[in-house]
């Protein structure tokens, strides 16, 4: 069974910056997809960085040019450095793996709080 384990989240004030990790544990598979969501307090989830492969990150539009999605191969861990945070930016953060077969695997989810 595959868990990913998220950590990383926290309170910071505006102009700041975090940095989220998503590491996954017990079976190792080959996650093709490395994606990264998040969902404030009555909105969907949005996509925020999604990796296939080897291949580019592509960042949602509200994000672009201040998020930078990164992985670790040899440690199954994705990280989600976040600059110059904004108070629309607070959400609860999720990663989410994908398997070659297109299996989900979500973490448990990390709340990020910017204060103007």
């Known amino acids: 069974q595959v868990q990913l384990v998220e950590s990383g989240g926290g309170l910071v004030t505006a102009g700041g910056a975090l940095t989220l990790s998503c590491a996954a544990s017990?079976?190792?598979?080959?996650?093709?997809?490395r994606d990264w969501y998040r969902q404030a307090p009555g909105k969907q989830r949005e996509l925020v960085a999604a990796?296939?492969?080897?291949?580019?990150?592509n960042y949602g539009e509200s994000v672009k040019g201040r998020f930078i999605a990164s992985r670790d191969q040899l440690k199954n861990t994705v990280y989600l450095q976040m600059n110059n945070l904004k108070p629309e930016d607070t959400a609860v953060y999720y990663c989410?793996?994908?398997?070659?077969?297109?299996?989900?695997?979500w973490g448990q989810g990390t709340q990020v709080t910017v204060s103007s």
């Open positions: 989410l793996f994908r398997t070659i077969a297109n299996v989900p695997y």
């Open positions: 017990g079976s190792i598979f080959t996650f093709n997809n």
């Open positions: 990796t296939t492969g080897g291949g580019p990150t």
